[in-house]
């Protein structure tokens, strides 16, 4: 861009308002509610709030003993773990919904959406016995009640726009954790930090807010700023991962229960198939049918479910779930229902749009399905590590590529270290462990997760799959556009793998499941989990 040009630009740009308006209240009736009959009205005359009722939360022991194994990983120092703060879209519209910090929720026994801007500070103490153990202290905003102006002017927190929220002392008993006003944690935080006392660590990323505070007050107290103390914090988030990998009773329950949740949005899918096969957007109406059915029995999905038909099938992270449904064609839904507790399950399967699959997508279909009884087969066994399951996974899936005539070499010479020509066609890990997130401590060091010996109360995936793409020249022109995963949640118990997904899996019984669901059966499927109300949160 030359002299003149930048010229001209300049002089367009020099008449352009350089600072807004006074603000002003969108909707028309900024007006309206400065008016003093209306300030005098809004804020008296009004009862008693109607609080829901709060119970200790079926967690709180579970998170008693979380709070003592991370604090005796790392004892003698400040451990500040936020919940969170939600993403705001537009004015006071945040996404919905909030889901509060993993970390937060595993160790305070909280689920759903509580509680935004509250941070948990487990605080290390010297015991009246000289022993060095913790304090733990939850930081909360107080509800903006109708004894405060703001109930009405902060309609993003007031309880006019929000409803009766949960008070300090509803918090304490929900946690069994003391419970104090948000605005001390900053004095909390500096409390003896520095060189020379307590250090902190914190569960970073989850409140950039929070992140700023424990920044400043490091740097204030002579502890460094964030790079100084990365390695502090992400220690931090390796040890909650780790002690994550075990579940409890109440947890392994907890799955069992969104497992189900999620099966029947799997049943309610089949059910709204005939109709997801006419219309444009086929996809998308099954992406609906299962995120409404686990938004309805829980908290949300985890995450946006894939159901990708056709050439589609073969793309790992597809989540656009925008085409038709095609009769010939296979559908891979992927995905899974969060209760209220934040638990999920993950399951895939993949079945035909038309109810029966051809043969060529039968042999792959079932190829899959034997990778994945060869992984369960592989976890049962006495003294299993976790890393044993891929192998017996791509051991299977190498045989089965050598005997469709795809493997370019022999299977012992795809298995060696140089070889792994399987891995074009099976190109991710084939399971991760599951619980409170859907990938569950993804921090935790190598020697507690993938060169793990599994151990009772472990949960986790086993999902291989066969992707073989609409243009791979390397394969014949008959499996070109099919992809195929299965994937199924286990639980190492005492005696071996339980799967806990028991759900049609094989070729002949993925088509007779199709068989039994039709549009009529999906009203009825809600009235009569209603009536049988076994999985409910009550």
């Known amino acids: 861009m ?12 020099a008449d352009n308002d350089t600072a807004p308006e006074p603000k002003h209240q969108c909707g028309g009736m900024g007006t309206r509610l400065q008016a003093h009959g209306f300030q005098d009205i809004i804020y ?18 579970d998170a008693i003993r979380r709070r003592d194994a991370i604090a005796a990983l790392l004892p003698g120092e400040r451990l500040v773990i936020p ?15 909030f889901r509060i910090g993993t970390a937060f929720a595993y160790l305070t026994g909280l689920g759903k959406g509580y509680k935004a801007d509250s941070v948990l500070v487990i605080d290390p103490i010297v015991t009246e016995d000289g022993v060095v ?23 993003k927190h007031g309880e006019f726009w929000t409803g009766p929220q949960p008070t300090l002392a509803d918090f304490a008993v929900m946690t069994g954790i003391e419970t104090r006003d948000r605005t001390e944690l900053e004095d909390a935080l500096r409390a003896d ?6 250090r902190l660590r914190l569960c970073r990323d989850v409140d950039a807010l929070v992140d700023a505070l424990v920044d400043q007050v490091r740097i204030d107290c002579g502890l460094g700023g964030a790079d100084e103390n990365a390695g502090l914090d992400e220690v931090l988030q390796e040890r909650l991962g780790e002690i994550r990998l075990i579940k409890s009773p109440v947890e392994i329950e907890e799955m069992r229960r969104s497992v189900r949740a999620t099966l029947r949005a799997f049943d309610r899918v089949a059910d709204m198939l005939p109709i997801a096969r006419q219309v444009a957007r086929g996809e998308r109406l099954l992406e609906t049918v299962f995120t409404g ?5 829980g908290h949300v999905v985890a995450g946006i ?47 035909p749009v038309n109810g029966r699959f051809t043969p060529t997508q039968r042999r792959v279909y079932d190829a899959v399905v034997a990778s994945e009884m060869a992984g369960i087969e592989a976890a049962s066994r006495p003294c ?13 899936i190498a045989q089965s590529l050598h005997d469709m005539g795809i493997l370019p070499v022999s299977v012992e010479e795809a298995l060696g270290p140089d070889g792994q020509q399987q891995c074009r066609w099976l190109y991710h890990g084939t399971g991760h462990m599951l619980g409170i997130d859907m990938h569950d401590g993804q921090h935790a060091r190598n020697r507690y997760y993938p060169d793990a010996e599994l151990k009772p109360g472990m949960i986790f995936t086993i999902e291989p799959g066969l992707y073989f793409d609409a243009d791979d020249l390397l394969i014949p022109e008959e499996y070109r556009g099919i992809g195929v995963r299965v994937e199924d949640d286990i639980l190492i118990t005492d005696h071996g793998a339980e799967v806990l997904v028991d759900y049609p899996r094989t070729s002949d019984e993925i088509e007779q499941w199709l068989s039994e669901h039709n549009p009529q059966r999906y009203l009825r499927s809600f009235l009569d989990h209603d009536s049988m109300a076994v999985d409910s949160d009550d």
């Open 44 to 61: 008296r005359g009004w009862g008693t709030a109607q609080r829901p009722a709060v119970s200790r939360s079926r967690f709180a022991d």
């Open 193 to 198: 930090a520095g060189p020379d006392g307590v």
């Open 384 to 396: 299993a590590r976790y890393r044993d399951i891929q192998d017996a996974v791509m051991a299977s």
């Open 2 to 13: 030359d002299t003149n040009e930048l010229q001209r630009i300049r002089a367009a740009a």
């Open 133 to 155: 153990g913790h304090h733990d202290v939850l930081y909360v905003e107080p509800p903006i009640d109708r004894s405060d102006p703001r109930f009405y002017s902060d309609y």
């Open 83 to 97: 919940a969170g703060i939600p993403k705001t879209r537009v004015n006071d519209i945040d996404f919905q919904p």
């Open 305 to 351: 479910p894939a159901v990708a038909s056709g050439v589609r099938s073969g793309v790992l992270h597809y989540e656009d779930n925008s085409g038709s449904l095609k009769d010939g064609d296979l559908v891979l839904i992927d995905g899974g229902g969060e209760l209220d507790s934040l638990y999920t399950a993950d399951i895939t399967r993949t079945f």
């Open 293 to 297: 059915s686990a938004r309805y029995e």
